[in-house]
T-cell receptor, first 115, second 110 residues
């Protein structure tokens, strides 16, 4: 199993450009999520999905779109990149247990710089 | 809004010492996870606690979930340089939003 994969690993964008960060998992997990990690801010939830066709907003959703057409894939789209979106982005997936215990598996991250 | 506060923010100690880091909230969580993250990598799950008062041990690491399920602690016995990293707690609830604390950056000096 490859686990959670993310592409690209590094990306530089100019302000106003759009792009899609790819995330895929091969563990048949229903739950997937996107986080951004900034110095001193920990991991902040952008969007999450509890299954194919279902998405919802996290703490910091503005400027980002997601869709979940398959169980395996959960791409994150930046609509019009801004310098404030410079960050490290992590995708994660997990199964859900009866106790709502989401043990997440993380990808290696995408380091995005917006100039 | 649910918040998880971790303390201390930074901790630097000598190899062989013991330490405890904390994860506190005013909200109740149905489960809480601890992760460790090394530079340039994604967080890796260490443990999940789901029952108030629960204690779990992972070699030299002891995790405890508070009786009211609002707080947790991580105790490391005889710290080693390999324990160096960013320790994150995360809380889950029935609304499916999993939130993270800002982390404790731990540095063990040889």
């Amino acid at each position: 199993n490859a686990g959670v994969t993310q592409t690209p690993k590094f990306q530089v964008l100019k302000t106003g450009q759009s792009m899609t960060l790819q995330c895929a998992q091969d563990m048949n997990h229903e739950y997937m999520s996107w986080y951004r990690q900034d110095p001193g801010m920990g991991l902040r939830l952008i969007h999450y999905s509890v299954g194919a066709g279902i998405t919802d907003q996290g703490e910091v959703p503005n400027g980002y779109n997601v869709s979940r057409s398959t169980t395996e894939d959960f791409p994150l789209r930046l609509l019009s990149a801004a310098p404030s979106q410079t960050s490290v982005y992590f995708c994660a997936s997990s199964y859900s247990t009866a106790g709502y215990s989401y043990e997440q598996y993380f990808g290696p991250g995408t380091r995005l710089t917006v100039t | 809004t649910q918040l998880l506060e971790q303390s201390p923010q930074f901790l630097s100690i000598q190899e062989g010492e013991n330490l405890t880091v904390y994860c506190n909230s005013s909200s109740v969580f149905s489960s809480l996870q601890w992760y460790r993250q090394e530079p340039g990598e994604g967080p890796v799950l260490l443990v999940t606690v789901v029952t108030g008062g629960e204690v779990k041990k992972l070699k030299r690491l002891t995790f405890q979930f508070g009786d009211a399920r609002k707080d947790s602690s991580l105790h490391i016995t005889a710290a080693q340089p390999g324990d160096t990293g960013l320790y994150l707690c995360a809380g889950g609830n029935r609304d499916d939003k999993i939130i993270f604390g800002k982390g404790t950056r731990l540095h063990i000096l040889p």
